[in-house]
């Protein structure tokens, strides 16, 4: 049976059209996208889910008063969807644990940065600031804090002298396309052990 996948987004959607790309060449094995969720409905990505026939859930956030009652909401409406697989692409809340605990080790996120360093908003600018000579990308199951859960892949990047974050920003892209992809046919195809706090690949 193909892992059913649900992907949430905010913006613009890259790391979604990557994935779905994937999916459609077979670099990704075993997986489908059932669902599109994101809590913008003028998102550049749910164009591009509309134009590629995707499913899609609309919730905004401003309607709820907060995080919690949001979050009851997606998981009422994804119940019924059966999903194997949440993946944030470009999601900007913060999950709470009503979802993380309907979800768990089932929530996987892509951030900017080698984690646990430069966690939270802005990432790239944050390395960018530090001086760090190296930067990158890293995939994660998502826990209760931000940019805290088990590393499942990262990919490193140089960081050079003549580096601003939209550049720094610009190299990483194109890394994470990669890295999501990869670590997302690994969780499809159940290579991913999880060890206590770490992510064992097969
Ligand atoms: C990416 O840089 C990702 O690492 C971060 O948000 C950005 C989303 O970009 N979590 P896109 O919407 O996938 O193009």
Known sequence: MKKRLAIFLSG???????????????????????LVFSNNKNAEGIVYAQNNDL????????????RK???????DELSSYNIDLICLAGYMRIVSEIIIDSYVNKVINIHPSLLPSFKGMNAQQQAI??????????????DHGVDTGKIILQDVVEVNSDDDSSSLSEKILAREHILYCKAIDLF???KLVIAGDKVIVE
């Open 55 to 66: 499913p899609i859930l609309i919730i905004d956030h401003k309607n709820f008063d907060d």
């Open 129 to 142: 600031d530090y001086g760090v000579r190296y930067s990158g990308c890293t995939v994660h199951f998502v």
């Open 12 to 34: 613009r959607g890259s790391n979604f059209i990557s994935i779905h790309k994937n999916i459609l060449s077979g670099e990704i094995s075993n997986a489908e996208i059932v």
């Open 69 to 75: 009652k949001f979050d009851r909401s997606i998981v």
């Open 188 to 190: 499809c195809n159940d």
